[in-house]
């Protein structure tokens, strides 16, 4: 976190991103807006929702419930060691 504080961002670049990501395009776009610099030219929760609606709609329900499971499993885990 402190180094967000200072203005250090992952990098978004299109070499930094696997070409075979679905949705490459715009989960680039997302990432590089949602790391802007100054909060109010970030995308609002909503817009992104927007965005990756037609994105969520290609995954399998069942798959993404798993997978978000697995990432809270993951962020307690995180935090208990």
Same mark, same amino acid.
């Given at each position: #976190?402190?180094?967000?504080?200072?203005?250090?961002?992952?990098?978004?670049? =299109?070499?930094?991103?696997?070409?075979?990501?679905p949705h490459r395009v715009l989960m680039m776009s997302l990432m590089a807006h949602g790391?802007?610099? +100054?909060? +109010? =030219?970030?995308?609002? @929760?909503?817009?992104? /929702?927007?965005? /990756?609606?037609? *994105?969520?709609?290609? @995954?399998? =329900?069942?798959? #993404? /419930?798993?997978? *978000?499971?697995? /990432? $809270?499993?993951? $962020? *307690?885990?995180? $935090?208990?060691?």
């Amino acid at each position: #976190m402190y180094s967000v504080s200072q203005g250090k961002r992952p990098d978004t670049s =299109e070499e930094s991103i696997p070409i075979d990501i679905p949705h490459r395009v715009l989960m680039m776009s997302l990432m590089a807006h949602g790391w802007t610099h +100054n909060p +109010n =030219e970030r995308p609002s @929760f909503s817009k992104c /929702l927007i965005e /990756l609606e037609p *994105v969520l709609r290609t @995954f399998d =329900e069942i798959s #993404m /419930l798993e997978a *978000v499971i697995q /990432l $809270k499993r993951a $962020k *307690v885990s995180a $935090k208990s060691h």
